[in-house]
């Protein structure tokens, strides 16, 4: 649905063409969080062990004094999964107070998450 690609400064950029800007219309239509959405949109590289969406106010996993919008390169889980870890690379959405990215993709068709170092 959403397509992601590491740009060459190290972000990450969420892209969302028609079909998709339609779709998240329809889910804020029917209540769903633009968390949901986030999810929703990227499943096919999470499901498949890439770039997987995760609030970071949850604190699981722990990435620091944020509850920024977040993408995990992978995510690793203890073995009776209530416990979460960032595994590779961490992406974050640095504006979360001042804009939500998924607004950003609705609008511009585009947001791009930084690179956590």
Not at 24 to 49: A, F, K
Not at 70 to 87: F, H, L, R, T
Not at 96 to 104: A, G
Request: proline share 5%; with cysteine.
């Amino acid at each position: 649905m959403f397509s992601i690609t590491k740009l060459p400064s190290g972000h990450l950029q969420l892209a969302a063409d028609a079909a998709a800007r339609e779709f998240i219309l329809e889910q804020m239509e029917r209540g769903r969080s633009s968390d949901q959405i986030l999810m929703e949109g990227t499943e096919h590289y999470w499901t498949n062990g890439s770039f997987h969406p995760f609030d970071a106010s949850n604190a699981n996993p722990f990435v620091g004094l944020t509850c920024a919008p977040c993408i995990a390169e992978s995510m690793g889980y203890s073995e009776d999964g209530s416990e979460c870890k960032v595994e590779g690379q961490l992406w974050w959405y640095p504006a979360y107070e001042l804009s939500d990215p998924v607004q950003e993709l609705l609008k511009i068709g585009q947001v791009v998450f930084t690179a956590a170092h």
